[in-house]
């Protein structure tokens, strides 16, 4: 009787020990892995100069170029000296320079046009709603036989440019443009905007053998 006992605390014995030499379980779980969502990259829709032969496809398919979204390429700032009845204006800023006030318009890079008026050498835009702050650009033979040029009303002796802008007459220079002249700067468009011009959809409605039985009989449906 003593001696089972005996066994059993042994086995009891060799049991806990063999327990604790366990390792123990982690007191915490490892977070699961999260996986980064990427997101595709944005393609910037690509800008085209607005040429001549894009204004006779739209005007092949009887599009009216008031409807395209144009752009202008290059940046243009506007500039007047001011008097001092004249400090107050609605258009641009005023700076202060040289001991006189400037009335400063910047029109930025790819800023959004629309056409206002067809004109025979050319297309009016308007980045303003008001019908007096359009500017000219040209498509001539002579000057830019391919792509509307910005058109200034008056070249001067110094190389500099001027146009009417809101009933006032502005210096323009182009800051953007390599050659520093404004007539650097064009009308362009998004890709996408023609893209549905060199697309054409034919629906087919198929055949059916009667309208075939029909067209070959003559006398079929009497």
Do not use: H
């Not at 520093?180 to 998004?190: G, R, S, T």
């Amino acid at each position: 009787m003593c001696m089972n006992r005996f066994i059993t605390l042994l086995a009891l014995t060799v049991l806990l020990g063999s327990q604790s030499c366990e390792p123990k379980k982690p007191l915490y779980t490892t977070p699961a892995a999260t996986v980064q969502r990427v997101e595709p990259p944005i393609t910037k829709d690509p800008y085209v100069p607005f040429t001549r032969e894009l204004f006779d496809k739209l005007s092949m398919n009887n599009i009216d170029v008031k409807l395209v979204q144009f752009y202008i390429d290059q940046q243009l700032v506007l500039t007047r000296y001011l008097n001092n009845d004249q400090v107050t204006v609605k258009n641009g800023v005023i700076k202060f320079n040289n001991g006189k006030y400037v009335n400063e318009i910047v029109i930025p890079q790819y800023t959004p046009v629309v056409c206002e008026a067809v004109e025979g050498d050319g297309l009016r835009v308007n980045a303003e709603s008001s019908p007096t702050t359009t500017l000219k650009f040209l498509n001539s033979k002579q000057y830019s036989p391919v792509n509307y040029i910005f058109n200034p009303d008056k070249w001067n002796k110094d190389g500099t440019v001027e146009t009417i802008y809101d009933g006032n007459k502005y210096t323009v220079t182009c800051p953007t443009c390599s050659t520093n002249q404004p007539n650097e700067a064009k009308l362009v468009a998004k890709q996408s905007a023609f893209d549905n011009l060199d697309k054409q959809s034919k629906i087919i409605k198929g055949r059916t053998i009667g309208s075939m039985i029909g067209n070959n009989n003559p006398n079929y449906g009497k």
